[in-house]
């Protein structure tokens, strides 16, 4: 896993937005166009350019207005349940277990405070409905460094090339210069498991929770605060927090990332369609699954008649609105990570922000469950 970290005090609002962003802008305010205005989002939203990079807010409303605000650094934004505070994670080192530390700011940027440090990576920070716990995964165990093995059968995990580019080195036991025995000597990648820890915002007592060996991207469910669900080794898991207890929500494995409705009633995934990142629902049962982006027809057939290789958008990392009306999420259909927005039910499918203001933000997107928005 692969992280781009750019120092807080190496980037500022104003190197940002250049001269001609601001020629744009009406104190920093974004202007819609009047069709989108109609149909802007409402609230707040937090998010990230790059995992471990700066954080804006962006606060909208009113004849569709919004203004964009540097926050911080960090990766995996999270608003509080009352929209006042945001949290966050941060990695001193890209390498496997090394350590990583959970904050929280205040919404107008003041009163940042780490809540807990010494956490092996920590990313995908949830809010409890209450706003007092602050749900993430981590790394717990697991290989955290390359391992060389020696053995009679080929490996199924990935493995390390050595400096000659291969991946096996047979030895041989020989008597007599006959061969007798032989062994398969390589090197495993690392492996490391994932968990689930939950964090007291007043105090930064924690507790671990059960999961599966690999537990990535918790959401709180706002209408059970007893449960939660997560990213697991077989699709989609529920996490009973009063027993302890898990069972399977889906079982499809391309499920990742889940985000809850603000009234529980439905969950977002980003999905592994087949080589390519779709946004589907399902209602919280795992009942009801819609698909909800897509890439049109006329567009894989006008690739085929340019002679390029054929590409499906991605569309990835969806955002509820306050009231659960529409979805944010990440788009490359334009060529560049965009944030777009669609109604719940993936119709309106249109830009957030104007392409002047979506290239300067450069967003990046790597695939490992980044929450890369959240809105309250």
């Known amino acids: 896993m692969q992280f781009s970290l750019i120092t807080r005090h190496g980037l500022t609002l104003r190197a940002l937005v250049t001269a001609l962003l601001l020629a744009l802008l009406v104190v920093a305010g974004m202007l819609f166009a009047p069709d989108a205005a109609a149909q802007g989002p409402q609230g707040t939203l937090v998010l990230q350019t790059v995992s471990g990079g700066p954080i804006y807010a962006v606060e909208a409303g009113g004849l ?8 911080t650094t960090g990766m995996d934004p999270a608003l509080s349940p009352d929209g006042q505070q945001v949290a966050f994670t941060r990695w001193e080192d890209t390498q496997h277990g090394a350590p990583g530390s959970l904050w929280v700011i205040n919404l107008d940027g003041t009163g940042e405070r780490m809540l807990l440090s010494d956490i092996s990576q920590p990313k995908s920070p949830v809010w409890s409905p209450d706003g007092s716990q602050i749900a993430i995964s981590m790394q717990h165990g697991g290989r955290l460094t390359p391992e060389g093995k020696c053995g009679k059968d080929l490996p199924s995990e990935p493995l390390v090339a050595d ?3 291969d991946y096996f080195r047979a030895v041989y036991e020989k008597e007599n210069g006959v061969i007798v025995d032989f ?11 994932w968990g689930l820890r939950v964090v007291q915002v007043a105090s930064g007592d924690f507790e671990d929770l059960p999961g599966d060996l690999f537990s990535y991207a918790p959401t709180w469910d706002p209408a059970n605060d007893w449960r939660l669900v997560y990213d697991g080794e077989m699709g989609l898991v529920n996490l009973d927090l009063n027993q302890g207890t898990t069972w399977a929500l889906t079982d499809d494995v391309r ?3 889940p985000v809850f409705s603000p009234d529980g009633s439905r ?8 080589d390519h990142w779709e946004i589907h629902t399902l209602n919280a049962d795992g009942s ?3 698909r909800l982006t897509q890439t049109p027809l006329q567009v894989i057939v006008e690739q085929r008649i340019r002679d390029e290789p054929e590409r499906s958008w991605n569309n990835v990392a969806p955002a509820w609105s306050p009231d659960g009306s529409q979805i ?3 788009t490359d ?3 560049g990570w965009q944030v777009w927005l669609m109604a719940a039910d993936g119709s309106n499918q249109r830009p957030l922000f104007p392409d002047e203001v979506q290239a300067q933000l450069n967003l990046q997107y790597h695939s490992v469950d980044e929450r890369v928005i959240s809105w309250q």
């Open 267 to 274: 969950i977002a995934v980003s999905y592994w369609q087949h």
């Open 328 to 330: 944010a999420f990440l």
């Open 183 to 193: 062994k398969i000597c390589y090197t495993l990648l690392p492996h490391p498991f």
């Open 255 to 257: 499920d990742h990332g």
């Open 288 to 290: 009801g699954r819609a």
């Open 64 to 71: 569709g207005q919004t203004r964009l605000r540097y926050l």
């Open 163 to 165: 400096e000659d580019g």
């Open 333 to 335: 259909r334009t060529g």
